[in-house]
């Protein structure tokens, strides 16, 4: 087999790959949408720019003090959390664990850089994740708050946004476990609201204040759903100026509150069912022959123990309190009942042992010896 006949023949193949190569070779960047913006950015030929030059902090810059305004007022910071998932609600513990993205945006005026470090018409850039710790960020934050984790994966999941006018979009994603000081007096048909605070750990109203961003600015996965609970939408929240303990300042506090609604799917089928069909079982024990004791027994005693079982698991669920829950109202309810058909068949017991003593007695002095002593009496 000659060269000759191998080139003819696999010519219009290496013909096809080398177009591809060339092809493939020659595109420069990849577009995408950024998730927060919502606007195009490429993907290579600016991180190529980006990375043409070296990136540092406007020198003179201290990150350990916050921007003071040109008016010498505190800092504002505007504030918006989005709760992207809230995992089941531990009512024995008393707390709730959320899934947050939590957005800060003050002004530093401090922080200067040339229009080279703004590509493509573009009003921000992302500040480099090794610079994120060098500038002065507020620190917020969760008062009521039993833990607090930054979410991860291969790095911290913090991103910082740099605008043309000086102002800073901190945004970090937060894990958080919440106290909720439940109140179980209506329980299961109860409603339970959770505050959540935020304040500065350091920082007064005077030097730094928090406010939200607008009127959404707390809002909440529509998708979210939870095993008993509903979240009530729109969810509260507000702020206010609040002293701290052993300080003479006060702090500015953000309030955010949640309401769950309970459902009562659960307890319908696992409670209320079962319970009423133990109750309405122990009624039976009315159709049964009067000397049917051991049946009657079993019975009425087997249901005591049912509902017995049935109660300290109920109680399982929820943590010991000191007052009387509506549940508990419930369970003594059908107690009652069950001890109401036991009840029944003592006294219908003893009044039947009465009359048959009565009647026996009465047959006895019926009989022809009783009567003529009773006549010889009188």
Known sequence: ??????????????????????????????????????????????????????FAIPAGYNSESRPIPPNGTA??????????????????????????????RWIDGRLIFNDE????????????????????????????AKSTDVGQLTQKLVTVYIFRNRTIHYTTNLFATVACAMNYKYYPWDYQVCPMYIE??????????????????????????????????????????????????????????????????NHLIQTFAPCSLIVCLSWFSFWLELNALSARMSLVVTSILTLVTQFVGLRADIPPVAYIKAIDIWMGGCMIWVFGALGEYVLVKVIYSVTEDAKFHYALDMTPSNRRKNVQVF
Request: a negative charge; charged letters at 20%; glycine letters at 0%.
């Open 1 to 54: 087999m000659s060269w000759s006949f191998l080139i003819s023949h696999f010519a219009p193949q290496l013909f096809l790959i080398n177009c591809v190569l060339a092809s493939s070779s020659s595109s420069t960047s990849i577009t995408t949408k950024h998730p927060l913006f919502r606007s195009e950015a490429t993907t290579s030929s600016s991180r190529a720019s980006f990375n043409d030059a070296k």
């Open 75 to 104: 800092t504002e910071v505007l504030i918006d959390i989005h709760v992207e998932a809230i995992n089941p609600i531990k009512a024995a513990d008393m707390d709730f664990r959320m899934d947050m993205t939590l957005s800060q």
């Open 117 to 144: 470090w703004f590509h493509d018409s573009r009003d921000f850039f992302i500040l480099p994740n090794e610079f994120t710790n060098k500038i002065w960020v507020p620190d917020p934050y969760i008062v009521n």
């Open 200 to 265: 500065s750990f350091s920082y007064d109203e005077s030097q730094v204040k928090y406010r939200w961003t607008s009127e959404s600015a707390f809002t909440i996965n529509e998708k979210l759903r939870m095993l008993q609970f509903v979240v009530t939408r729109p969810l509260h929240y507000h702020q206010a100026s609040v002293p701290r303990y052993l300080e003479d300042k006060n702090f500015t506090q953000l309030i955010a509150c949640f309401r769950f609604d309970r459902l009562l799917g």
